[in-house]
């Protein structure tokens, strides 16, 4: 599978994105799928992970209750939904897809768990 992240931008404090993982190549409908995102300077981190089924998501600390991952597999698709951006939410947003080799969540809170990424795209919250 291949991965395409889009729906990036700029966008002021308080404001509202939505990102969109397309998958082509393969079926995202065989992967958990998460989302990403890396700053200047800092490592990539977890924002959130959702299961094959879409049956359970899991969220970073920093986004619950902002963002919402969601996946649509007749349309071969992930998303995350941000609102009430921060400024602290600037970064490089990544999709990544899973094999299911573990049942414990906390597994796909690492970029170790992930076989397949998109490029990225890119998110700035302004003030």
């Known amino acids: 599978v291949q991965l395409q992240a889009s729906g990036g931008g700029l966008v002021q404090a308080g404001g509202s994105l939505r990102l969109s993982c397309a998958a082509s190549?393969?079926?995202?409908?065989?992967?958990?799928m998460g989302w990403f995102r890396q700053a200047p300077g800092l490592e990539r981190q977890f924002v959130a992970a959702?299961?094959?089924?879409?049956?359970?998501?899991d969220y970073a600390h920093s986004v619950k209750g902002r963002f919402t991952i969601s996946r649509d597999n007749a349309k071969n698709t992930v998303y995350l939904q941000m609102n009430s951006l921060k400024l602290e939410d600037t970064a490089v947003y990544y999709c990544?897809?899973?094999?299911?080799?573990?049942?414990?969540?906390?597994?796909?809170?690492?970029?170790?768990?992930?076989?397949?990424w998109g490029q990225g795209t890119q998110v700035t919250v302004s003030s």
């Open positions: 959702i299961r094959r089924s879409g049956g359970r998501t």
């Open positions: 990544a897809a899973a094999p299911a080799r573990s049942d414990y969540s906390g597994y796909y809170y690492t970029t170790g768990a992930y076989d397949v």
């Open positions: 190549e393969g079926s995202v409908s065989s992967y958990h």
